[in-house]
């Protein structure tokens, strides 16, 4: 009896383990990957069915386990590139993740036992919370949102102006939470009643309002962009020179300088000749308005005043990304260089604009808790990681009569970040990347996935210009009108339609997601209360 109890528990976890492993598989398969590039999105629909299904048959506290597990897993197979990043990323990432679903699964499963009928549906409530509250804060972190996983179903994505992303979510969680409920009682190893059909007859109502809801989307999705062919446009050049441009001595930054000259002289010969050209983050190295300012290393003031003669020489406005190192007072009292991730809009060689970043990448650019953790600040530190100091205005360029914003690299993964810059009065938007550190083309196809967004909740153009791929330049529809090849030096003139952006989501945000979680949290407290309420009156009975 002993030893079939055993070999019963070790099917049960293996049972359990194959959920957990498959369900990491699908997720990290809907998003582009080292097979499918641009991913497989229809998997996403199905992606979770194994997880929700695992909640039917653990307990309460097993389920902490298998959601660390799961966020391990799952987001060591996502994000499997995050580890040339910087060598503390994937494992701090991975980390994060296995916390966020150990506490997650938990709440999932609560649902379960407060809502036995209909939990499924609090479920996917609790679902689109999680994905909201993660992309909040110090450690917001966008990637492997599920609608995302649908950016190249342009039909499916439309509804994005207006409820963002989380509409998009919304759609494609529904069908895991449902199926993983009406096969709860397949492979189980609880006496957990009901076929899957007994289920499909005494819970029609949900499928049927979500076909409903999915055929209005995509109805919406199919009429809703427009033709833009004969709306005003500008030319964009992007210029790619697929170089990393921090790696290396003042020979690579002055060989880098030649690439990017070239590339945009390339662009400038073209006719008509382009409105602007754009450089990527950090394009050039070293830091212009200190170098010329200071002038306290040679060799690097000889290389900006390189740069400025020959921005000066130029009739087309330059946008490029650069450090913008200043001088100023800390908490001490004392000056100090401070570096600013920043992008500058250069006419004629002169300064007409300065945007610096906003939202820094959480421990690889900022960590704000260097009194509260030192050890972790030291641990960076010691890695060789570069802070940058936070930026305070979401800027609008305004040259030429062309209105326009710039978030810089991880920026454009946040959907308030780049509605702020509309609100403000951007009229399209200029995504400047480095990605090539991960010499990943996953990595920036997941990258470029969100930024697609960007142009459908706003529904304004928008152009990238990455040190080595997705340069490219995208409608208000969120049609990739033309890209670069990746890891290659080339550059991209791109013509996009101008247009006053307009939506729901510019206008009010993120309401759907907040709607959601006060959903969900509402839910979860009225549940727990009425539980304790009904144990309580049961003690008094007995």
């Given at each position: 009896m002993t030893l079939f109890k055993g070999r019963k528990r070790w099917s049960r976890f293996l049972l359990s383990l194959s959920a957990v492993l498959t369900a990491s598989l699908l997720f990290a398969a809907s998003f582009p990957n080292i097979l499918v590039s641009q991913g497989i999105p229809l998997l996403a629909w199905i992606a979770y069915i194994p997880l929700f299904w695992l909640l039917y048959q653990v307990s309460l506290g097993a389920s902490v386990f298998w959601g660390g597990l799961y966020g391990y897993a799952a987001y060591?197979?996502?994000?499997?590139?995050?580890?040339?990043?910087?060598?503390?990323?994937?494992?701090?990432?991975?980390?994060?993740y296995l916390v966020f679903f150990a506490v997650l699964f938990p709440l999932l499963k609560t649902a379960l036992l407060l809502f036995p009928r209909r939990g499924y549906l609090v479920q996917w409530l609790i679902w689109i919370a999680y994905e909201y509250l993660r992309t909040q804060g110090f450690l917001g972190y966008p990637y492997g949102i599920t609608g995302y996983s649908q950016w190249t179903l342009l039909p499916v994505i439309q509804i994005a102006n207006i409820f963002g992303v989380w509409g998009v979510s919304a759609l494609v969680i529904f069908p895991s939470v449902y199926m993983a409920?009406?096969?709860?009682?397949?492979?189980?190893?609880?006496?957990?009643?009901?076929?899957?059909?007994?289920?499909?007859?005494?819970?029609?109502?949900?499928?049927?309002?979500?076909f409903i809801a999915l055929a209005v989307a995509l109805g919406y999705g199919f009429i809703s962009p427009v033709d833009y062919t004969e709306v005003p446009a500008a030319r964009i050049a992007?210029?790619?020179?697929?170089?990393?441009?921090?790696?290396?001595?003042?020979?690579?930054?002055?060989?880098?300088?030649?690439?990017?000259?070239?590339?945009?002289?390339?662009?400038?010969?073209?006719?008509?000749k382009p409105d602007l050209v754009v450089w990527s983050e950090t394009a050039f190295v070293p830091r212009i308005y200190w170098h010329e300012t200071y002038r306290d290393d040679q060799e690097s003031y000889a290389l900006v005043k390189e740069l400025m003669d020959y921005l000066k020489a130029q009739e087309v406005p330059f946008v490029i990304g650069n450090d913008d190192a200043r001088r100023e007072v800390n908490s001490n009292g004392q000056w100090e260089r401070v570096d600013y991730n920043a992008v500058m809009l250069f006419n004629r060689g002169e300064i007409a604009g300065l945007y610096r970043k906003l939202h820094l990448v959480p421990f690889t650019e900022h960590f704000p808790y260097e009194k509260q953790l030192p050890w972790v600040y030291n641990a960076l530190k010691n890695a060789d990681t570069h802070f940058w100091k936070k930026g305070k205005e979401a800027t609008v360029f305004s040259i030429n009569g062309l209105k326009f914003s710039s978030p810089i690299c991880f920026e454009d993964t946040f959907g308030y970040l780049s509605r702020e810059f509309v609100k403000n009065g951007a009229e399209f938007i200029v995504n400047l990347s480095n990605d090539a550190w991960s010499k990943s083309l996953p990595a920036q196809m997941q990258h470029l996935s969100m930024a697609v967004f960007r142009a459908v909740e706003n529904r304004c153009s928008m152009v990238r210009s990455t040190a080595s791929g997705q340069t490219c330049g995208i409608d208000p529809n969120g049609k990739i009108l033309a890209m670069a090849e990746p890891f290659v030096e080339t550059q991209l003139t791109v013509e996009i339609p101008l247009v006053k952006p307009d939506s729901l989501y510019a206008k009010y945000g993120d309401f759907f997601a907040r709607i959601c979680t006060a959903a969900a949290v509402i839910i979860l407290i009225v549940g727990t209360g009425g539980h304790i309420i009904k144990k309580m009156l049961k003690g008094r009975k007995q």
């Open positions: 060591g197979l996502f994000n499997y590139w995050l580890s040339v990043f910087h060598p503390l990323a994937g494992l701090i990432v991975g980390l994060i409920a009406a096969l709860k009682g397949v492979l189980s190893y609880k006496a957990l009643k009901g076929t899957p059909d007994d289920f499909f007859r005494r819970e029609p109502a949900a499928p049927i309002i979500w992007l210029v790619q020179h697929n170089t990393d441009p921090w790696r290396g001595d003042m020979e690579d930054y002055r060989q880098n300088f030649r690439v990017l000259k070239r590339l945009s002289q390339e662009a400038l010969a073209g006719e008509p």
